[in-house]
């Protein structure tokens, strides 16, 4: 009740000294920890072929589980070194390099549905998705086979993997924010400076993801937990 009026209180405003409506919900940060990569990857390793190369592909290029599942076989470009991950969650086409171990994964995902060389670029068979799963039955898989007596299971979703790519990027490889954004199809915000600058070309793009690459297999390699 108001004191000098006898008017009671405005509701949002007791709401406010208690600290307001709206809890504010905490955002993921999980990825893989350093000491996790080597025990992470031996059980991706023992994943059907599939599996194991959709979640390496996550690991390696950033990619949200979305635009891979989406990923058809016109929208890889063998001849020009790219792949295309097309009408994303921001609208905007986003194009990646083919490093030697993306254009290998591919090659055989492409090959596993069937298709010949001759066969990729006929029309029939353009939209013919080339990673068709359920993650998270992968991603429970990759739990149970790295729970041990001594530790808990490594739970890594398709999320963690593109987390940890950005990580990876940032902190191994010393990329600037706005690499890793062009990496990871971040907007950033048009301004006089951005458009002078214009798009990374690809094989700048190609660069950072083999560095990229270069730096989680160390980390991979390295003494695990």
Known sequence: ???????PDWPAKQIKELGGMWTKENKRKSRLKINQFPRYWAALQQ??????????????????KSELLKLTVADVDFEGGTFTFVDPKNGHDHVLALT???RALLCRRIEARGLTKAERSRKEFSTWRLFRLDART???????????EELAGIKITPHDCRRTFANTAAYACDLNKER???LLNHLTGQTVTNEYMGEAEIEEIRADLEAIEIQIMK????DSE
């Open 1 to 7: 009740m108001h004191p000098d009026a006898g008017i």
């Open 100 to 102: 030697g171990t993306l």
């Open 138 to 148: 992968t991603t429970n898989r990759i739990i149970k086979a790295t729970t041990t």
């Open 47 to 64: 994943q059907p072929a599939l599996e194991r190369d959709f979640f390496t592909m996550l690991l390696l290029t950033g990619a949200r």
């Open 219 to 222: 980390r991979v390699e390295a």
């Open 180 to 182: 890793i954004a062009a």
